[in-house]
């Protein structure tokens, strides 16, 4: 049976005063594979709500290169997560994901909800599919994480407790999550980028049902993708929680799996934080 030494110290530490340390770990020691998953579905989330979709069409950064749109996100968050978001190089991230994004107009409610994603959609997918499920600790973290990355990108009326903060995760998606054209392209260049990481193109059709199998209905609706077959959701959400089961008898990682140390497909030689992100032309389209 896999040790819980990593978890016995979370448990020992207090959530709103330690967040930083707990999200650290459950991001970096307990489960690297499932929040990096579970934030790129938070993405893809955002892409159902046609404001947000539609701005990520406007700027044509999906057709130029979803690899370079993934790569940035990746990073600049990912800088934060490792180095803490007061470090040095976690100003530094937040100080360019609020120039991007002051490029743009994007309205305090789209802002509020992305980040509800980063927050709740860890969870989830942990709850889900993870070799144990996250403890109170860890899900109160995640939630003071965020919201302290939220004041510091200037995001208002934040609410000020996780379940109010869920609520409003909820209603927005009810009251936006709607197909539009703009929505469907950026979801179809995620999909293929997602697919294009195991699969050579002319296999493309038969990875898309499972990538569909990962999405629920609201979301395949808002996409206009087709629902998969109940068989298939089962047996992809099986081998999820097989894994899962075996990741139980394994001993506990050692080492930290940190996202920025391998060379991202972007940037085979390294990177500038100061770098990432859309080019001035590109937010110059998004804002026509």
Same mark, same amino acid.
């Given at each position: ?53 539609? /701005? %990520? ?17 990746? /990073? ?47 969870? *989830?997918?942990?709850? *889900? ?21 939220? *004041? ?46 195991? %699969? ?19 979301? %395949?609706?808002?996409?206009?993708? !087709?629902?998969? !077959? ?16 075996? /990741?139980?008898? %394994?001993?506990?990682?050692? *080492? ?33």
């Amino acid at each position: 049976m896999r040790r819980r030494t990593i978890l016995d110290h979370i448990l020992s530490l207090e959530p709103e005063r330690d967040h930083q340390e707990i999200v650290y770990l459950v991001t970096f020691r307990e489960f690297p594979f499932d929040i990096t998953r579970s934030l790129e579905f938070a993405l893809f989330r955002t892409f159902a709500a046609p404001n947000i979709g539609g /701005l %990520l069409d406007r700027t044509g950064e999906f057709a130029r290169g979803a690899q370079k749109r993934y790569d940035d996100t990746d /990073l600049i968050l990912s800088e934060m997560l490792e180095h803490g978001y007061d470090s040095e190089r976690g100003r530094a991230a937040i100080r360019r994901l609020n120039q991007i994004h002051g490029r743009f107009q994007i309205s305090n409610e789209d802002f509020l909800y992305v980040l509800s994603t980063f927050t709740f959609e860890p969870i *989830r997918w942990v709850d *889900r599919f993870g070799w144990r499920p996250m403890v109170e600790q860890e899900k109160l973290a995640q939630y003071y994480y965020w919201r302290q990355v939220g *004041r510091r990108m200037n995001i208002k009326d934040i609410p000020e407790s996780i379940d109010t903060f869920e609520r409003y995760n909820i209603d927005y998606e009810r009251e936006h999550f709607v197909y539009s054209e703009a929505n469907q392209r950026i979801a179809i260049a995620t999909r293929d980028l997602f697919l294009g990481w195991v %699969l050579p193109r002319s296999l493309y059709g038969f990875g898309e049902p499972v990538i569909y199998a990962m999405l629920d209905d609201p979301l %395949l609706e808002a996409f206009g993708f !087709p629902k998969p !077959p109940l068989r298939l959701r089962q047996f992809v959400h099986g081998l999820l929680r097989a894994r899962a089961k075996l /990741l139980r008898l %394994l001993p506990e990682r050692k *080492r930290p799996k940190l996202r920025t140390g391998p060379r991202k497909p972007t940037y085979p030689k390294g990177y500038r934080i100061e770098d990432l992100g859309p080019s001035l032309e590109d937010a110059k389209h998004g804002n026509d």
